[in-house]
Structures are given as C-alpha cells and as structure tokens.
C-alpha cells in the first residue's frame, strides 16, 4: 500500500458458469477491504471481472447452442446482478473480451516480442481444459488432472513460448527480497513455502499461444495464434488501468497492485507466471498475493463439477445480505479452509448479529426513546465516572488500532471480534448500569452518562462493523440521527470518544437481525 493509494483486485471469474459461494467469498472478501480502506482516507481501485476467452469458454457456448461472444454476453450480467446484490463496491468490472483489455494484451504481446522474451517452438502434452492448465506426463495423476482429477487431452500445438525457465533465480531473489523487506508477495507462509519449493524445482518454459481454437487475442505479430487463456486473463490487471492505451493515469497512479486476492488452486499463474511475465516486460510486479483457502460442505470442496455448488441468492434471502457477509468473514479464517454448513450459519446469525448487536441496538434505542424523549444526552462528564465505564471507553478506544492490525493481515476474524468486544462489553455494560434502576432511582445525570456511554459505543462498532456490514451500519447511523457513514475517510477521527453529540433525534425501527428460530 502506498500511503495514498490502494489497489485490490479478485480473480476474474470465469463465464462457465454462474457466481456460487466460493466466488462470492473472494468478491466479498476483496470488498471489505476496500471499503475498509476507503474509510481510511485512500484512493481505492478495486477490480474485479470476467474471464472470457479460452477453449473452456468456446466449449460451454458450443454446448449451449450459442456463438462464444452472444454466450458471455448472457453470462456477464448474472455476475454483475450477483455482486450487486452481495453489495459490491467495485470501481471498475473487466471483461476480457473488451476492447481496451485486447488491446493491452496485443500491446503486452508486442512488448515480449520486441524484448526477445518469446519464442516459437511446439507443444506436446497434455492439457486440462476445464483448468485451463498444461501438464507434462510425469505431472499427471494416474492419466487424469493433478489438480482437479478430471480427463486432460493430448494437445500438438505449434506455439510461441515465453522463456520462463530463464526467470527461475530472479524469482527467487525477488521472494527474498520482499520477505526482507517485510512485505512477503505470497501470503500466507504456508502457500508461500509452497511457491518457493516449486520455483526451486526448476521451471519449464511456457506455451502462451494457441492455435487450434480462435476464441482468444490474436497475437499482433502472428494472428492466426490466439493468446493462451491464462495470460490473456493475469493481463486484465494492469490493461483495466489503461496498460497500452494512451491514457496511463491509472496505472500510474496505481500498479502495482496491493493485493491480489486468490483462490490456493491458482497461486502458480499468480505468484509464479505472472511476476515473470511483469518482469519480462520491465514492469514492476504486484506488492502481495494473498490465498485463501476452499470452502468445503461436507468436508469436499464446493465447486460446481462436483455438484455441491450453491448460489449467494437463497442465502442472502434467508439471512440478508449483510449476515451473509458477516457469516463467511467471520467464521472461516481467510487464508485457510472453512467448513460451511447452515447450522453454523443460523448460530452465527443468533448468537452474533440477532442476540449481540441488533439487540444492543434496539435496546439502547428504545431506552433513549422511553428515558430521554428519544434525544441523545449530552456526556455529563469527560472522565469516566466508574471502572465499567473505563472498562468500555478503552475497549472502544483500542478498536480503531487493534482492527488496523487485523487488516493489515487481512485477519477478518479478529477485526471482527475486536469490533465484538466492544458489542459484547456494551451489553454487559447496559446490564450491570441498569438504566432502569437509574430511571426508578431519580438518578438523572447518571442515567444520561450510561445511555451517552452505550450509545457512543454503538456508533463506534459500527463504523468498524461497516466494512464488512454497509447496511446494517448505515441504518444504525441513521437511527443514531448521524449523517452518511459511506462518507467516512477519517475512520481514526471519527472513532474519538465523545463526538456524538447531544440532542440528536434517535429512530427505533425493526429489528436489524430478527431471530431465526428453525435450526437449518
Ligand atoms: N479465471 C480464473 C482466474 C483468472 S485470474 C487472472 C479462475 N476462475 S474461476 O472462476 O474458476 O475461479 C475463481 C476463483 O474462485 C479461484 O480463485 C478459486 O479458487 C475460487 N473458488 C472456486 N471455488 C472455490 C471454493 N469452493 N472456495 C473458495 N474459493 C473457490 O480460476
């Protein structure tokens, strides 16, 4: 990250197919950053998109009965309703079958070849085509794919190649150097030990061309050669900037990229192909790499071949889309895998959102209407008055820092339970002052203090519940009487204790997380 600026980007996803859970869970991942990081005052570019072209693609629009370019037409508006629906604060969505994309990678293609990086030679081996992968007969497990198990195909191409064997020590200088300089590129260590044995390994050089199917970009220098899908598709990173267009303010405002955000299956293309193929070219590659792991029902990993795919949709009409986000952020720990089920869903969406914060909320809300005529009062004191009261106002004062250091690792979960910690505090809080006593009592002052002090903490938690909870926190400050969140840049600033002001008008309004009462 610059201090200014920030760049996060997703795979771009594959027209296959629609959108199901675990591509969500990359988007909506990528997502809380980068609204995080708006609300730390940078200039966001979050980008995510398509991939379009490639043998996998052409098949699909065979098997439908439809041209490849009518089929991701149709496709592309399902990904783009999905992320709508998801809450997706994207700056830019790339299609690899626009133009400003193919016109990047042709001027790529002509960088290469003028740099003498590539080649022609033939290819002979196998190829997986719903991975889009070449593989060597030794790779293979017992004649099928290593990595997903399906059927690979012979392939006898004449194909250009680019000489990524020749990058083998430069990559690994490159690994080191980043380590040393406490930015590791691939993230986290354990896929970064993977990369670096592969590497050490030896590389082979890499067909980047293919020449028995059409849908693809045409190398400029040999048309009859389309680009291998792979590096047609790593491209859209820095072609959705303006890479070989006239107009580069993007890319030089923001390459290389802070993070790109991946599924483990593809660390190789990002983490090995691509750095070399930047390096090639004299461009500087990416800060990190980031892998998460897979999301497994039932202990298998859900993909669609495999017929355990769910769309977001039926989710997010059950739970709402907030707890939907909450759900996968905050009970599988990114970088690893995560067993998702229902059960663990509904216990989330009770215990967290419907027990802890919607019920703060509402509680909070009603007890300023019912002992305050529904206005804030004004912090009768800028001490706390009692050990409870310390106990809350650190715990909101440490958030802002402790959720920083979170993110920084891009640890959701203890983001979130920072944020939790204040939710949880502020009910006990809530519990052990009483407000009704105090009301009974005649204790006024004391009274104001208490609902001043849960209230300012409600607002806290949800400026760091709203990466993750746009919704939920911009209601909650709207009901607080506060203006926009969305419009947050200082986050830091405006987590100060104290700025709620008094005499705003507080709403109550339904429940945020109404209990879900049948298990599953
Ligand atoms: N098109 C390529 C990416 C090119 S990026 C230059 C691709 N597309 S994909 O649609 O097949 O997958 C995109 C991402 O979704 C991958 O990172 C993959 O790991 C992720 N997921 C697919 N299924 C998944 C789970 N079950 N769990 C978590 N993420 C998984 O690969």
Known sequence: MSDTTFYVTTPIYYVNAEPHLGTAYTTIAADAIARYRRMTGHDVMFLTGLDEHGQKIAQAAEENG???????????????????????????FIRTTEERHKRGVQAFW????????IYQGSYEGWYCV????????DDLAEGMCPQCGRAVEFVREDNWFFRLSAYQDRLLEFYDAREAEGRPFVQPETRRNEVMSFVKGGLRDLSISRTTFSWGVP?????????YVWIDALLNYITALGYGSDDHEK????????????????IRFHCVIWPA?????????????FAHGFLLTKGEKMSKSKGNAQTPASLVERFGVDAYRYYFLRDVQFGHDGSISLESMVQRYNGDLANDWGNLVSRLLNMTEKYLGGITPEPSSTDCETDADCTLRSLAGFLPEKYEAAMQRLDYCAALEAAWDVIKDANRYIENEAPWNLEKAGETARL????????????????????????????????????DISAVTDVVAEATWGRLPAGLTVTKGDALFPRIYEEA
């Open 66 to 92: 439809m041209e490849p370019q009518a089929w991701v037409d149709a496709v592309a508006p399902k990904f783009k309703d999905a992320w709508a629906m998801l809450g997706i604060s994207n700056d830019d």
């Open 110 to 117: 002509q960088e290469l070849h003028d740099r003498g990086e």
């Open 130 to 137: 719903p991975d889009e992968t070449y593989w060597a007969e």
């Open 219 to 227: 190398l400029p220098f040999a048309p009859e050669h389309v680009t």
């Open 251 to 266: 890319f030089d405002r923001f390459w290389p990229a802070d993070y790109h955000f991946v599924g483990k299956d593809i």
């Open 277 to 289: 193929m930047l390096m090639a070219a004299g461009i500087e590659p990416p800060q990190s790499v």
């Open 448 to 483: 104001e203090t208490v609902l001043y002090n849960a209230l300012e903490a409600v607002r806290i938690a949800a400026l760091f519940t709203a990466p993750v909870m746009p919704n939920t926190s911009a209601e909650v400050w709207r009901r607080l009487g506060l203006g």
